[in-house]
């Protein structure tokens, strides 16, 4: 991760350990503390854990006491026009600061308008104007949390006319700027990839590795859009597929072992669904330990 040179320039938390972890769900909360499964750590949504008490806090608190956590935020609208909502902001530091997470990740993306927040997390132009207002939102949230986040690639649908800088480049920079860190989304990669036809593997080659502290591993849907092109829709409801995990495979040579998630929040499964591909993503960490010691 580059080190800070502006106003954001805070304590990094410890380091969160190189294996593979899961998105921790309500239906698992029971088969976690009673087994005790040999999981790396588990991810939570900041915004479910923003209430002051209640069951998810008293599961998430037996939890925690046994693993290393990550909290990822979906609600700041971190890409917004408008000034970030102080309100939210404060509820996310709250969850942070109860929790103490070795990793807190957003998204690149904006859900908010004028006051009005949107179910989805929607794309920003690649502007200079966008990366100095997404530079500000970002100092803003490490200032008030007292720690660097990770930004996460997002997964998109269109492009906008107006884009003066490659996504990778806009990463790049914003990291530099605020001394941030990246999450790397794998399966949105492919996704956009597929969604605009350009070639994930040059992206990877493009993407400013230094700066990832996490990798995300999802499914996604594939379908037609109305002119008979390829669409891929960034589901969170099915296994990982291979051609996410060869491109995960080239992430790791490029990043050594690096904390990886598998993302799963629709249809969700029974536990050792889950876990086996935690395991798959285990094994791909083992397989580059093993090479980094020949």
């Known amino acids: 991760m580059h080190a ?30 009673k087994e005790r499964p040999d999981i790396g ?18 599961w998430l608190s037996a939890i925690r006491a046994h693993y ?37 990740s957003e998204h690149l993306a904006w859900s908010s308008h004028g006051g009005r927040y949107l179910n989805d997390l929607l794309p920003v132009p690649y502007t200079r104007a966008t990366l100095a207002r997404v530079a500000t939102h970002v100092d803003q949230v490490q200032e008030q949390l007292g720690r660097p986040i990770l930004i996460e690639n997002p997964s998109t649908y269109v492009r906008f006319d107006d884009d003066e800088i490659p996504e990778t480049a806009f990463l790049t920079e914003l990291a530099r700027r605020t001394g941030c860190g990246l999450l790397l989304d794998v399966n949105n990669v492919l996704v956009s ?6 070639d994930p593997w040059e992206y990877l080659a493009r993407f400013p590795m230094a700066a990832v502290g996490e990798i995300h591993l999802a499914g996604h849907a594939l379908d037609h859009d109305d002119h008979g092109a390829p669409l891929a829709i960034d589901t969170h409801d099915r296994p990982v597929p291979e051609a996410v995990w060869a491109l995960y495979r080239y992430a790791l040579s490029r990043l050594g072992p690096t904390p990886t ?9 029974a536990w050792p669904v889950l876990a086996e591909q935690a395991r798959h993503a285990e094994a791909a960490l083992g397989a580059h330990r093993a090479e980094a010691r020949a």
């Open 4 to 33: 800070a040179t502006g106003p954001s320039a805070v304590m990094p938390p410890p380091p969160m350990p190189a294996r593979a972890g899961v998105g921790l769900k309500a239906a698992h909360y029971a088969t976690v503390l």
């Open 41 to 58: 750590f588990f991810e939570v949504h900041a915004e479910n854990y923003m209430g002051a008490g209640g069951p998810p806090h008293a």
């Open 68 to 104: 290393p956590l990550s909290v990822h935020g979906v609600g700041l609208s971190i890409g917004s026009e408008g000034p970030l909502d102080e309100a939210h902001l404060a509820r996310l530091a709250r969850v942070v600061a109860r929790y103490e997470p070795e990793l807190v």
């Open 193 to 198: 990839a597929t969604n605009h036809d350009f």
């Open 261 to 269: 998630l598998v993302e799963w929040d629709g249809d969700i499964p």
